[in-house]
């Protein structure tokens, strides 16, 4: 099964192996000792887990096709 958005995806592999969700951070003065499993120390940053892309949290980002041409692909502009 090579699809970790497909309900049956075992769920052992999906938190070892399963995709990364978009997170928001942002640096903050105050250093924070809670060490999150996928990412290690929190330390002097802020982090809200905003999900997977599987949920559909592209559909809502018009700014992603500029985030994409800025990357260097720039068919995501174009429509190609």
């Not at 003065?29 to 599987?54: F, L, N, Y």
Request: without cysteine; hydrophobic residues 35%; aromatic residues 8%.
């Amino acid at each position: 099964m090579e699809d970790p958005a497909h309900p049956a995806y075992p769920q052992e592999l999906l938190d070892k192996v399963g995709p990364r969700n978009m997170v928001h951070s942002w640096a903050t003065d105050k250093d924070d000792p809670t060490v999150m499993p996928r990412w290690g120390k929190v330390g002097k940053q802020k982090i809200e887990d905003a999900g997977t892309v599987e949920n559909g949290i592209f559909s809502g980002l018009d700014w992603f096709p500029t985030f994409l041409a800025a990357a260097g692909e720039d068919s995501a502009v174009k429509g190609k």
